[in-house]
């Protein structure tokens, strides 16, 4: 997914819940064009920059693919990242620079786009109904000029208290993913059956980050409710992202009187500074208008085998890189973890 945000207008702020929690609230983002599909983006924002080394995070859908037109994004490139797609309903198309792969509901698509990738996602002729997270990952400095590659797998659901539990990145439950990752992360579909109650051990060295995507939970005494976060009698905006901080052992989630979906993200506080741009990350603005240009050849120049490789298919349609800001990009940073 391409970030069209080249100047992202900066959230009002993040509410403070019990137990140090953080309510961050999601901006409405279209993916481009009259009839663009809209996602949520609660991550990068004015106070939390990341939850662990996760570093963008869109929610989208249920989307109706004949009124938006679902997601159509031409190619596009990527450095210093790992991109994590991870589908509820729909299948995406997705072509990249080492080849084509299909994105499906429950299984997780992981691109590393190290020293440069390009690639493009379209929702499938046969697809009425969209809906899943598209989420990014900043490679630590040791790696971020890592080899592009791509990388596909199929978690099993397992029950714990009831509760189904699909681990796509990391470690929870007793299962594992196989995808590579740079720093300690977790990932993780949770489904909830009504009235219950989910406690998980987790590694208390890591942020956590819930996104309720249905139902109602209450999350170590926060209520979410359909993505509406309710706590001493205050209400908040579907879609947003309650963050834990590092420190606690366990999760307690509770559902109400229907079934429950809650996405976990967690991670190790990440400590590097980045500069972020279009789908750039780097660590200087530099360096970022160094990217912009070697995209801007291949873009003008389909047979340029670069930074970012070439499509399998000559003819890919790609899209130009935003003019560049007038003045210079700043870095970013995890300030909650230096507090």
């Known amino acids: 997914m391409s970030n069209l945000e080249v100047s992202p207008p900066e959230l009002d702020g993040v509410a403070e819940r019990p137990g140090d929690a953080e309510l961050i609230v999601p901006r409405e983002v279209p993916l481009g064009g009259p009839r663009a599909m809209t996602v949520h983006r609660t991550l990068p924002g004015k106070e939390r920059s990341f939850v662990g080394a996760w570093c963008f995070v869109d929610h989208y859908g249920p989307d109706d693919v004949a009124r938006s037109g679902g997601m159509q994004v031409p190619g596009h490139p990527h450095t210093g990242l790992q991109t994590v797609s991870w589908l509820f309903d729909g299948v995406i198309e997705h072509r990249d620079t080492t080849g084509a792969h299909a994105m499906r509901p429950g299984e997780v698509n992981l691109m590393t786009a190290g020293a440069g990738i390009a690639h493009s996602e379209f929702s499938t002729a046969d697809t009425t109904t969209l809906h899943g997270v598209q989420l990014w990952v900043a490679l630590p400095d040791a790696a971020r000029f890592t080899a592009a590659g791509f990388e596909h797998f199929v978690p099993q659901p397992v029950s714990v208290d009831g509760a189904v539990v699909l681990v796509f990145v990391g470690e929870l439950a007793g299962q594992r993913s196989p995808v590579t990752t740079y720093t300690p992360l977790l990932g993780a579909e949770l489904r909830l059956p009504p009235d219950s109650a989910?406690?998980?051990?987790?590694?208390?060295?890591?942020?956590?980050?819930?996104?309720?995507?249905?139902?109602?939970?209450?999350?170590?005494?926060?209520?979410?409710?359909?993505?509406?976060?309710?706590?001493?009698?205050?209400?908040?905006?579907?879609?947003?992202?309650?963050?834990?901080?590092?420190?606690?052992?366990?999760?307690?989630?509770?559902?109400?009187?229907?079934?429950?979906?809650?996405?976990?993200?967690?991670?190790?506080?990440?400590?590097?500074?980045?500069?972020?741009?279009?789908?750039?990350?780097?660590?200087?603005?530099?360096?970022?208008?160094?990217?912009?240009?070697?995209?801007?050849?291949?873009?003008?120049?389909?047979?340029?085998?670069?930074?970012?490789?070439?499509?399998?298919?000559?003819?890919?349609?790609?899209?130009?890189?935003?003019?560049?800001?007038?003045s210079r990009l700043r870095s970013r940073r995890n300030r909650r973890a230096d507090s």
Request: glycine share 12%.
């Open 198 to 326: 989910l406690r998980l051990p987790v590694n208390r060295g890591f942020e956590h980050g819930l996104l309720v995507d249905s139902g109602t939970v209450t999350a170590n005494g926060t209520v979410i409710a359909n993505g509406t976060v309710i706590a001493n009698g205050s209400t908040a905006a579907r879609g947003e992202l309650l963050v834990q901080p590092a420190g606690r052992p366990e999760l307690l989630l509770r559902s109400g009187s229907e079934p429950a979906r809650v996405l976990l993200l967690g991670g190790e506080p990440f400590t590097e500074e980045i500069v972020m741009w279009w789908n750039f990350i780097g660590r200087s603005h530099d360096g970022v208008v160094e990217f912009r240009r070697e995209w801007q050849d291949a873009h003008h120049d389909p047979t340029t085998v670069g930074r970012f490789g070439r499509f399998p298919d000559a003819g890919e349609t790609t899209l130009p890189a935003p003019d560049m800001p007038t």
